[in-house]
């Protein structure tokens, strides 16, 4: 959804209340693996205060499973663990920074390379 990061840790949340809260599962699908440790570290409680969203015990971590999907099949179904470390070739296609091949995508002219064209043809001296 391209929101800026406080409203996207907001949403986050919210899908951990309504698991841990109101105990509703749910499909969280995001290309933003990122995302995927905090849903898997954090958990909502009550308190006397209100609601509370805190970093869970090591050994009461919430239920988590990762799918990863590659042409429309499921590639990987597992812990976030298990994802973590997984050598599957679609797994490693989310986890890696961007390695593709850039060389044939179209190149658009940078808009401030005029005034660096103009600074440099009329250097202040």
């Known amino acids: 959804m391209s929101l800026d990061p406080i409203i996207a840790i907001q949403v986050l949340d919210l899908v951990i209340r309504a698991r841990d809260i109101n105990h509703i599962s749910s499909l ?33 971590l919430p239920k988590m499973r ?11 179904t597992g812990t976030v663990a298990e994802f973590q470390k997984s050598d599957l070739p679609a797994v490693r296609e989310l ?10 995508d179209p190149y658009f002219t940078d808009p401030w390379d005029k005034l660096d064209k103009m600074k440099s043809e009329n250097p202040i001296r």
């Open 95 to 104: 986890t890696t920074l961007d390695r593709h091949d850039h060389s044939n």
């Open 66 to 76: 990762v799918i990863v999907l590659d042409g429309g099949r499921i590639a990987f």
């Open 28 to 60: 969280y699908v995001t290309k933003k693996v990122y995302e995927i440790p905090h849903l898997a570290r954090f958990h909502a409680s009550q308190a006397s205060g209100g609601l509370l969203i805190t970093e869970a015990p090591r050994d009461n």
